[in-house]
């Protein structure tokens, strides 16, 4: 059964980074692509960045230039690092990984951790 345990959330105060981390219980190459979606209270979860196995990166516009997503394929981890955080940023940020298949995807997803932004 696929794991993916995120940590590296916390509380920080506007302007400032936290580094998210992603470990798969899998080969990270098992996957296809991996990325991070976070949810605000009351809000839908949304789509933060991805990378492939190519190292295709891709980002949502209201985090392009502040967040960047990269591989740590020896330690099967993905990393999120946010700079220049704000407020709007604050949500539990979920770690996502997608197995291409025939017959359709196969989606995983962790638990969560939570950043809070203090403006």
């Known amino acids: 059964q696929v794991q993916l345990v995120e940590s590296g959330g916390g509380s920080v105060q506007a302007g400032g980074s936290l580094r998210l981390s992603c470990a798969t219980s899998?080969?990270?190459?098992?996957?296809?692509?991996m990325g991070w979606y976070r949810q605000a209270p009351g809000k839908q979860r949304e789509l933060v960045a991805t990378?492939?196995?190519?190292?295709?990166?891709s980002y949502a516009d209201s985090v392009k230039g502040r967040f960047t997503i990269s591989r740590d394929n020896a330690k099967n981890t993905v990393l999120l690092q946010m700079d220049s955080l704000k407020f709007e940023d604050t949500a539990i940020y979920y770690c996502?990984?997608?197995?291409?298949?025939?017959?359709?995807?196969?989606?995983?997803w962790g638990r969560g951790t939570q950043v809070t932004v203090s403006s």
């Open positions: 899998e080969s990270i190459f098992r996957f296809n692509a």
């Open positions: 996502n990984a997608a197995e291409y298949r025939a017959w359709g995807p196969s989606l995983y």
């Open positions: 990378i492939t196995n190519g190292d295709i990166t």
